[in-house]
């Protein structure tokens, strides 16, 4: 058996055990569940283009729909097993738009956990990456003021899980608690339109999370080594080229490349208000190059309602155009196939987002474990990039802007 299918062969192991144990503490369910979902439909004015919730969705609201219930719309359940006081075990289904347009449901964790002191556990299977503020919960829109994460900052880093171990180290001082948190293991997921997979293997970092009453502290650094297959015939076509394709190749080619990761959080949320903010930004010596964002958000809570205003950014850090090969030095039968290839490199290197967002929205909890959100985001997109949308037709103009109005119900069970 792959290690790929390793956490949830764990997990059916232990649920089955769960399922013949007796419960020895009366207080605590040995299975409980529980989930959470959203019904969402978001529309863009460009029409030329797609605006998706994350890359790794093929289509949203845009060129492929006017109006588009994939950008937010999701659900999943959650088994939590309590086989011994110091074992659990978690498996979370989900059912969103996948790669493949599908919404067929895939396993986002599934792993046991060993809480070895009140202070230390450690875990196995296929666990949360724990990249961002609200990693834990960013798919559960009932638990964000936001219709969604904001694209900027979250597109940074859109993989969700990790298939590895991690171990967790929890210290106390009166009221301020500080959790560190080291993990490993890998990530293989799939790209939409034909893009195939992205292979992060070797995925390592660590975190910090500090709470003191309202305030949250989070700090991550986390490194992998990364292959895209879909750019090889790309670069391998480089090669063809003699020592100025090869060093193109070299430098520019996703296999197995380092990439880092370093991001922020800070969040005070005493109750009646809060106001959150992040910054992230990549690393990668390849076509990734280095890109950063961040945004602020803030709002209050009156009654039921809770208004709520974000600022959100993304920039690149590194070139976003290469003059690639010297065409005036070839020969005219390789001229144009020469073109073509620099033409490629620099579709690659503009695919960072260049963008700004401004967005103003309101939560309404109208009724228990559910509520309504609207929401208005007016994104200006930077000179020669495409911003974060995708799927890009004929006649879309670069550095414009354009507007999505998003309307959603959450829920939890």
Known sequence: ??????????????????????????????????????????????????????????????????????????????????????????????????????????????????????????????????????????????????????VEVYGVVPISNNDGVDASYRLRSGEFTNTVQGIYGRSEPKLPSGGGTAKAKDVWGITYTGEDGAA????????????????????????????????????????????????????????????????????????????????????????KFTPYLTYAQAKANSNTSDPGLTVSALPPFLAGPATGLNAGLNTLLGLIPVQRTISVGSRWDFMKNTDIKLQFDHTRIGSGSNGALSNVQPGFQQGGKFNVFSATMDFVF
């Not at 020895?24 to 569940?33: C, K, R, V, Y």
């Not at 006017?66 to 999943?76: G, N």
Request: net charge negative; glycine share 8%; with cysteine.
């Open 1 to 150: 058996m792959s290690f790929k299918l390793t956490p949830i062969a764990l997990l059916v192991m232990a649920l089955c055990a769960a399922g013949a144990r007796a419960d020895d503490e009366a207080n605590t369910p040995m299975l409980s569940f529980s989930g959470y979902g959203t019904l969402g439909v978001a529309h863009s004015s460009e029409t030329k283009a797609d605006f998706t919730s994350s890359v790794l969705k093929p289509s949203g609201a845009g060129s492929s729909h006017s109006w588009s219930a994939d950008v937010d719309s999701l659900i999943a359940g959650q088994v939590i097993a309590n086989l011994t006081p110091e074992l659990t075990a978690v498996l979370q289904v989900i059912s969103e738009q996948n790669y493949d347009n599908t919404y067929r449901p895939h396993v986002e964790w599934a792993n046991i956990k060993y809480q070895l002191t009140e202070d230390i556990s450690v875990r196995a299977g296929r666990i949360v990456l724990p990249v961002f503020l609200v990693s834990d919960f960013r798919k559960v829109g009932y638990a964000n003021p936001w219709v969604r994460t904001p």
């Open 216 to 303: 949250t502290v989070h700090i991550t650094y986390i490194k992998t080594n990364l292959t895209i297959d879909a750019y090889k015939p790309l670069f391998d076509a480089f090669r063809q080229f003699g020592s100025e394709g090869i060093a193109l190749a070299d430098k520019y080619d996703v296999s197995n490349k380092r990439l880092s990761f370093i991001g922020v959080g800070v969040m005070y949320d005493p109750g009646g208000w809060f106001v959150m903010s992040e910054w992230g930004a990549t690393e990668s010596n390849s076509a990734l190059g280095k890109r950063s964002a961040w945004y602020a958000s803030g709002g209050y809570r009156v009654d």
